[in-house]
């Protein structure tokens, strides 16, 4: 039975671009999420399902196998599909094929752009967390899945796991109710990620009055210097 499914999965694939993406995702996610992804998948892909189910023409199975055999069993479902893709324009084109939802399309993105630059240290991902402007529950996931990419890493993974997010113990409203108000914009917006790099590169160890006393004195002499130095933006005049 599994052998004539498979034969009329290759006679008649050119069928699959009738079956909504919605619903091949909906499959395609239980044979990644399942004890027989590896086998599965490669088994679909020499049958030349693969541009039709939102993968290139020419999948990176290589990488795939290699990644399954480390890794089965132990990763999202997404970070499983985004071993056959080598750029973010296939992952592009599987998230417009497949109607991925949002946390599984950047999840892949995310995958796809930490990869390329090798293994990171702990202070990189809480570094990652802290800065992003993204949902941090979501980012958090990512995190991790991106780190069981990166070889060598079960150290690093249990102990970001066990990491506890720290509050940045400062806010605009402190900036702006100083003796000396900062400015409310975009100067402001510099100062507070300034801040917090200070405050990450200490470890957390630089406490509210710390950042707003001399740490903010050095760091709003720089923004107010850049901003100051900036070529004017003025719009000219029409004649």
């Given at each position: 039975m599994i052998n004539s499914g498979f034969i009329?999965?290759?006679n008649n694939a050119d069928g699959l671009k009738n079956i909504s993406g919605e619903r091949i995702w909906t499959e395609l996610k239980k044979i990644l999420s399942g004890p027989m992804a590896g086998e599965m998948t490669v088994k679909m892909v020499e049958l030349g399902l693969a541009k039709h189910i939102g993968l290139p023409s020419e999948p990176n199975i290589q990488q795939f196998l290699a990644f399954w055999k480390k890794k089965k069993n132990t990763v999202h479902y997404v970070t499983l599909l985004v071993q056959l893709l080598n750029t973010e324009e296939e992952m592009?084109?599987?998230?417009?094929?497949l109607r991925m939802s949002g946390f599984e399309r950047d999840l892949g993105y995310f995958i796809i752009q930490h990869r390329s630059t090798g293994p990171k240290d702990l202070k990189f991902w809480q570094k990652t967390l802290l800065m992003t402007k993204s949902k941090t529950s979501h980012v958090?996931?990512?995190?991790?899945?991106?780190i069981i990419c990166d070889e060598n890493s079960d150290q690093i993974l249990q102990d970001f796991k066990n990491w506890e997010t720290p509050t940045f113990p400062v806010n605009g409203m402190d900036l702006?109710?100083?003796?000396?108000p900062v400015p409310v914009g975009k100067i402001m917006?510099?100062?507070?990620?300034?801040?917090k790099l200070h405050w990450i590169e200490s470890d957390f160890s630089l406490d509210r009055d710390?950042?707003?006393?001399?740490?903010?004195?050095?760091?709003?002499?720089k923004v107010l210097d850049e901003y100051n130095t900036q070529p004017s933006k003025r719009k000219k005049k029409s004649k």
């Open positions: 009329y999965s290759r592009a084109n599987s998230f417009k094929r958090r996931d990512w995190i991790e899945q991106a702006k109710n100083r003796a000396e917006g510099q100062c507070l990620t300034m801040l710390k950042l707003l006393g001399e740490v903010l004195d050095d760091v709003l002499v």
